[in-house]
């Protein structure tokens, strides 16, 4: 079974600064996505960034952008020029590109606060 | 275009009632999927909603079940309501094959007593 590791429960950054927060996984597949998404106080779910397993290049969405090691099973979200509006958890997510099903994979997720 | 929305916001329950929990997806969409997040902890999947007949299902007790209806909207039902059952419950619209391109509802806090 696939698992999804944050080893960070919280972190902080001040203003305009860069954080980067860490996920690991677990699987055996080879073709699968990894997601990074926030979830506000708002509580609604929203995608940052997505990573295709086929692909080597990292992907990037404007201050947003993943550092992906395949062999290590690392997806880490690096977050340049941190606004207040970042602060939010942060879920990293696994999605089998090998089941019928789309079943996402969830990490504990990580507290990002920004300081002001 | 309007987003995924789910009803209501909020709903406390006691333990051993049933409890129904409403979706309409994305206009567009035509897949569901239903969440459970526990305080503190990431989202779990529980199952999958596709032409109506559910198509995957996470490890939950068979409590847990769902409709899907010709508009694509979704109702999460759960039997016999246990203290543990106490979450942010999350709905996720996609096309079928494609939850890559998942959008999530805004959710419903159910509180057991």
């Known amino acids: 079974a696939q698992t999804v590791t944050q080893s960070q429960p919280e972190m902080s950054v001040q203003e305009a600064e860069t954080v980067t927060l860490s996920c690991t996984y677990d699987?055996?597949?080879?073709?699968?996505?990894l997601f990074w998404y926030k979830q506000p106080p708002s509580r609604q779910m929203i995608l940052v960034i997505r990573?295709?397993?086929?692909?080597?290049q990292n992907a990037t969405e404007n201050r947003f952008s993943v550092n992906f090691q395949k062999a290590a099973k690392s997806f880490s979200l690096k977050i340049s020029d941190s606004q207040l509006g970042d602060a939010a958890m942060y879920f990293c997510?696994?999605?089998?590109?090998?089941?019928?099903?789309?079943?996402?994979?969830f990490g504990p997720g990580t507290s990002l606060s920004v300081i002001p | 275009e309007t987003g995924v929305t789910q009803s209501p916001t909020h709903l406390i329950k006691t333990r051993g009632q049933q409890v129904t929990l409403r979706c309409s997806s994305q206009?567009?969409?035509?897949?569901v999927s239903w969440y459970q997040q526990a305080l503190g902890q990431g989202p779990q999947f529980i199952f999958q909603?596709?032409?109506?007949?559910?198509?995957g299902r996470g490890n939950f007790p068979p409590r847990f079940s769902g409709l899907q209806f010709p508009n694509y909207s979704s109702e999460l039902n759960v039997n016999a309501l246990e203290l543990d059952d106490s979450a942010l419950y999350l709905c996720?619209?996609?096309?079928?094959?494609?939850?890559?391109?998942?959008?999530f509802g805004p959710g419903t806090r159910l509180t057991v007593t």
């Open positions: 996720a619209s996609s096309l079928y094959g494609q939850s890559y391109e998942q959008y």
């Open positions: 699987t055996s597949e080879s073709d699968y996505y």
């Open positions: 990573q295709e397993a086929y692909k080597q």
């Open positions: 997510a696994y999605r089998s590109e090998e089941t019928s099903y789309d079943k996402v994979i």
């Open positions: 206009s567009g969409h035509n897949t």
């Open positions: 909603y596709y032409r109506e007949e559910e198509n």
